[in-house]
T-cell receptor
Framework: AQSVTQLGSHVSVSEGALVLLRCNYS??????LFWYVQYPNQGLQLLLK??????LVKGINGFEAEFKKSETSFHLTKPSAHMSDAAEYFC??????????????FGQGTTLQVKP | KAGVTQTPRYLIKTRGQQVTLSCSPI?????VSWYQQTPGQGLQFLFE???????NKGNFPGRFSGRQFSNSRSEMNVSTLELGDSALYLC?????????FGPGTRLTVL
């Protein structure tokens, strides 16, 4: 069975500081990995995804993540936080199987606070 | 392309009633998935439909059901509502590029 663990339910950074949100996954089959962001009273917006190929993935709004198979991790980073980055972030995994890509398993989420 | 749309955006029901939520996927997407989001349980997968067939199912009771039409639009139904069904219900449509979510339907059960 697949699972996702996000380390830290709440992360606080200063504006301009590095953002690091941690995600570890468990999967018995090659995974697809995703990061989503959710602003209050909205749905989820896809930030970036890893399927196959290059392990460093660049997404929208300056975010990137690196797939490390040996560490079963997919941490999200951004070099310089902006006030507009304050939101809840979700890491998700699905099976690398076309028949199962419609089923995402989510972590519990990390709330990012950006202080001025 | 228009995004995923969900109707209604807000619903208030009482215990014992039933409710139907609707989702229109992005044009050309044949897969539609449904999720329940609550503060306590987080985001949980309900089911996925692909070409009018349920392809995956999560661990929810039979009160939760869904269907998909030939135009890929999907509905989910919850019968005999319980207080614990209060949640944000999210629909997502899929392509090889990933899952794209709608704004959700906020269901409140009184």
């Amino acid at each position: 069975a697949q699972s996702v663990t996000q380390l830290g339910s709440h992360v606080s950074v200063s504006e301009g500081a590095l953002v690091l949100l941690r995600c570890n996954y468990s999967s018995s089959v090659p995974p697809y990995l995703f990061w989503y962001v959710q602003y209050p009273n909205q749905g989820l917006q896809l930030l970036l995804k890893y399927t196959t190929g290059a392990t460093l993935v660049k997404g929208i709004n300056g975010f990137e993540a690196e797939f490390k198979k040996s560490e079963t991790s997919f941490h999200l980073t951004k070099p310089s936080a902006h006030m507009s980055d304050a939101a809840e972030y979700f890491c998700a995994v699905s099976e690398l199987n076309p028949g199962n890509t419609g089923k995402l398993i989510f972590g519990q989420g990390t709330t990012l606070q950006v202080k001025p | 392309k228009a995004g995923v749309t969900q109707t209604p955006r807000y619903l208030i029901k009482t215990r014992g009633q039933q409710v139907t939520l609707s989702c229109s996927p992005i044009s050309g997407h044949r897969s539609v998935s449904w999720y329940q989001q609550t503060p306590g349980q987080g985001l949980q997968f309900l089911f996925e439909y692909f070409s009018e067939t349920q392809r995956n199912k999560g661990n929810f009771p039979g009160r939760f059901s869904g269907r998909q039409f030939s135009n890929s639009r999907s509905e989910m139904n919850v019968s005999t509502l319980e207080l614990g069904d209060s949640a944000l219900y999210l629909c997502a449509s899929s392509s090889t590029g990933g899952q794209f979510f709608g704004p959700g339907t906020r269901l409140t059960v009184l």
